[in-house]
Structure formats: structure tokens, C-alpha cells
Nanobody, 114 residues
């Protein structure tokens, strides 16, 4: 069973940057499609960025050009570099890994103030 632990969330002013990290254990991350989702209070979880096992990335329209997903399979890590942050990026961010079954981390709060 894969365990995912996110870190790197926090509070930042609009226009600032944060880098989220996701550490995986219990499985070889190179076998999994990985992604970052976010969820606001009372809202559904939505995909922010995704990366296939072959390294192909996809992004939600709202973050294209600002966010970058990356993975380090040797370290079993996934990252989300978030630049030019906006108040509407405020959410809980979740790391997920999928390979027949979808695993989730516990989430990390990102708060962007205007």
C-alpha cells in the first residue's frame, strides 16, 4: 500500500510562490500516474496538475503557465511548483498516485492573501 505525505504548504501573498512536495513510500512511484488536486470548503476535489509514468504533464486551465508538476522517481517524490499565486488558489492541496487504485495524501493548506 502506498503512503503519500505532502509538505510545503503555507501562507503567501498574491504574486508569491510555493513549492509543494509529496513523499511516497510503500511502492515504486515510477509505476504510478501522479497528480495534484485541490479542494475548497464545501467544494469537490479538482485536478490541478497530472503527470503520467512517461512524464507527460497536463494542467487545469486555471493554472497553466503558473504551476509546474515534476517527479523524481529515484527519490519517490512528486513536486508542484506554484508561481504567481492568486487568492483563488487558496485551497487544501492533495497529492495522489494512481495505478489500478488511487492513493491520496492527507493534504496541505495553501493560503494566498491579496
Amino acid at each position: 500500500q502506498v503512503q503519500l505525505v505532502e509538505s510545503g504548504g503555507g501562507s503567501v501573498q498574491a504574486g508569491g510562490s510555493l513549492r509543494l512536495s509529496c513523499a511516497a513510500s510503500g511502492g515504486r512511484l515510477s509505476d504510478y500516474t501522479v497528480a495534484w488536486y485541490r479542494q475548497g470548503a464545501g467544494q469537490d476535489r479538482s485536478m490541478v496538475a497530472l503527470m503520467s509514468t512517461k512524464g507527460a504533464a497536463d494542467y487545469a486551465d486555471s493554472v497553466k503557465g503558473r504551476f509546474t508538476i515534476s517527479r523524481d522517481n529515484d527519490k519517490n517524490m512528486v513536486y508542484l511548483q506554484m508561481n504567481s499565486l492568486k487568492p483563488e488558489d487558496t485551497d487544501v492541496y492533495y497529492c495522489t498516485a494512481y495505478w489500478g487504485y488511487q492513493y491520496w495524501g492527507q493534504g496541505t493548506q495553501v493560503t494566498v492573501s491579496s
